[in-house]
């Protein structure tokens, strides 16, 4: 089955820092998600990008589906970015009836004071 | 414009009792989702349904486990007999056609 595979694991930043999350996936898709948990386990919903570019405020994303790579953009961190960030994909098969995510194992975030 | 709903949010149970988690999609979604998020696995798709059907049930870790969608505004995850290893948070996700998917807030289990 697809492989995802999300870098760095871990990333510490201290506020106002920018950084970059990685998604790399072993096959085609027709589905990308970028998601945030939060310290209380939620999972919010931060782009559905199958190919493109999105941007939502200090966030933003760039899915390059012919090289197999996502990307996700943090600027100006502040504290409330802290969570774990998903890579989420789903393949593109024969059947159009499969709906399964893939998730990658997620880029822990800190963002100091 | 509610989201996905689950109950309840914690379950506390002991080794061989049964355990129903509970979901009710978006309003309008024809895709209902379960998945479970461990420390050592992530998160992992259990089953899925399209209208109603379920059409992917081979993340379902055993026959202790069970789904069902009586109606398309709710589903159950069933699990009986139910066992330590069991322990994780359940997660229900509804999406339309297919396409981008919303979460619900979780189910904590614990098994003792």
């Known amino acids: 089955g697809i492989q995802v595979e999300q870098s760095p694991p871990d990333l510490i930043l201290q506020e106002g820092a920018n950084s970059t999350l990685r998604c790399n996936f072993s096959d085609s898709v027709n589905n990308l998600q970028w998601f945030h948990q939060n310290p209380w386990g939620q999972l919010i919903n931060l782009f559905y990008i199958p190919s493109g570019t999105k941007q939502n405020g200090r966030l933003s994303a760039t899915t390059v589906a012919t090289e197999r790579y996502s990307l996700l953009y943090i600027s100006s961190s502040q504290t409330t970015d802290s969570g774990v960030y998903f890579c989420?994909?789903?393949?593109?098969?024969?059947?159009?009836?499969?709906?399964?995510?893939?998730f990658g194992q997620g880029t822990t975030l800190q963002v100091k004071p | 414009d509610a989201g996905v709903i689950q109950s309840p949010r914690h379950e506390v149970t002991e080794m061989g009792q049964e355990v129903t988690l509970r979901c009710k999609p978006i309003s309008g979604h024809d895709y209902l989702f379960w998945y479970r998020q461990t420390m050592m696995r992530g998160l992992e798709l259990l089953i899925y349904?399209?209208?109603?059907?379920?059409?992917?049930d081979s993340g379902m870790p055993e026959d202790r486990f069970s789904a069902k969608m009586p109606n398309a505004s709710f589903s159950t995850l069933k699990i009986q007999p139910s066992e330590p290893r069991d322990s994780a948070v359940y997660f229900c996700?509804?999406?339309?056609?297919?396409?981008?998917?919303?979460f619900g807030p979780g189910t904590r289990l614990t098994v003792l």
């Open positions: 989420a994909v789903r393949a593109r098969t024969r059947s159009s009836n499969t709906g399964k995510l893939i």
């Open positions: 349904f399209n209208n109603n059907v379920p059409i992917d």
């Open positions: 996700a509804s999406s339309s056609h297919g396409n981008e998917q919303f």
